[in-house]
C-alpha cells in the first residue's frame, strides 16, 4: 500500500506561482496513476489534473488548463504539480491520489489512496 503526503502549499498572491508535492512512500508509484484533486471550502472535492502511470498522457479540468501541469519524478517516487497565474478560485485544499489500474481518471471514485492535504490560498 502506498502512503502519500503532500507539500508546497501556502499563500500566494494572485498571479503567483507555488508548486506542490506528493512524495509517496510505501511501494514504487510508477505503474499508478497518479492525480490532483481541490476541495474548496463548502464545495465538493474536483479533479485537477491526471497522469497515467506511463506518462503517455496527462489530462487537466478546464479551470486549470494552460496554468497548471503535472509531472513525475519516478527516480524520487514523487509527483508535482506546477501552478502558474494563480487565481483566488484556485483557493483551496490539495490532495494527492493515487490510482492502482495506472489510468489518468478524472473520478474520484478511481483512486484508491489519498494524501492529507496542502492548503492553497491565493490572495487577491
Known amino acids: 500500500q502506498v502512503q502519500l503526503a503532500e507539500s508546497g502549499g501556502g499563500l500566494v498572491q494572485a498571479g503567483g506561482s507555488l508548486r506542490l508535492s506528493c512524495a509517496a512512500s510505501?511501494?514504487?508509484?510508477?505503474?499508478?496513476?497518479m492525480g490532483w484533486f481541490r476541495q474548496a471550502p463548502g464545495k465538493e472535492r474536483e479533479f485537477v489534473t491526471a497522469?497515467?502511470?506511463?506518462?503517455?498522457?496527462?489530462y487537466y479540468a478546464d479551470s486549470v488548463k494552460g496554468r497548471f501541469t503535472i509531472s513525475r519524478d519516478s527516480a524520487k517516487n514523487t509527483v508535482y504539480l506546477e501552478m502558474n497565474s494563480l487565481k483566488p478560485e484556485d483557493t483551496a485544499v490539495y490532495y494527492c491520489?493515487?490510482?492502482?489500474w495506472g489510468s489518468g481518471s478524472s473520478s474520484l471514485q478511481a483512486y484508491d489512496q489519498w494524501g492529507q492535504g496542502t492548503q492553497v490560498t491565493v490572495s487577491s
Open positions: 491520489a493515487a490510482d492502482k
Open positions: 510505501g511501494r514504487s508509484i510508477s505503474l499508478y496513476g
Open positions: 497522469i497515467e502511470w506511463n506518462n503517455e498522457n496527462t
